[in-house]
């Protein structure tokens, strides 16, 4: 009998560990440090907020010295952009310039140890056309570069895309590429299955609620309905997944399955708009911070974390378009804190 109890007890614990290792790969949260304003404060000082409400990760869209360089040694862990515009460079060289420009640009200012992943190009297909033939020559020159310098495990690459480059995304399972992009999404597609990278993605259920309010439920966008959508048999009761698992069958009916999705960008402004408010800020991005930290996953990949950026860190009054691009920064004006959200 003693014995049959300590088999139970050492095959739960067995268990125990197996579900404690588990949890350890939590997802992680990070924020996009866009710096289009005259308003911001200087980096010295965005650091100092950015560890005040507990962000251990950000993006820089793209390698500026000066807002780099402070980062060095505060342990924040960083995804970097590699600008649009060098692509056709890195992708017309030999892997030697990829390499010079990795050091010049970004590990001349931040060790290579606080690089977790470089976004090779934002939002090129179908918004920034012209640089879409250079995406997987860049990528796979900088990738053999970063291998070079033995740094293939610890930086991930990829390119962050917009939604727009899926011509349906509702229900998710009827989610497919628009099929003009497919001679260069594929190879990229390859690319990253071949090295085990996520694909990014740029994801803002706010978007389609302003464009559709009729059509979109607020609740559904912000995480605050009852009410459940079914598509095959999973149930979506939020925008954000149904969002993302849009990619994952997209990705599948391309023939690549199990290629991770992490979001590089959401958010919700707090002005500017109807539907854009403090409160609804807070509701959208508190509930993306909270799913991620508990890899609550989506209905397609159950308890399977995504690594989320929201965006933005500050208010840019630099931005163009319309007042709500100004209001996505969980800090406002100056560093005034628009919300109270947490990250750890
Ligand atoms: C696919 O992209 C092209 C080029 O931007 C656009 O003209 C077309 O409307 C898109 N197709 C769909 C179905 O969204």
Redesign the pocket.
Known sequence: MGMIIQEALFLLSCIYILLRSYSAVEAAVGVCYGRVGTNLPPPSEAINLIKSIGVSRIRLFNPDPEALQPFAGTGIELLVGVPNEILPTLANSPVTISMEWLQTNIFAHVSPNQVKYLAVGNEIF?KDPFYSPYIVPAISNLYQAIQTLGLATSIKLSSSHASTIL??SYPPSSGVF????RPFLLPFLQFLRDTSSPLMVNVYPFFAYINNPQYVSLDHALFRSSYVEYDQNLAYDNMFDASIDAFVYAMEKEGFEGIPVMVTETGWPTAGIDGASIDNALSYNGNVVRRALNNVGTPKRPGVGLDVFLFDLFDENGKSGEEFERHFGIFGDNGIKAYDIRFN
Do not use: G
């Not at 628009?178 to 992009?181: F, H, L, M, W």
């Open positions: 179908l011509s349906n628009n099929s003009t992009i």
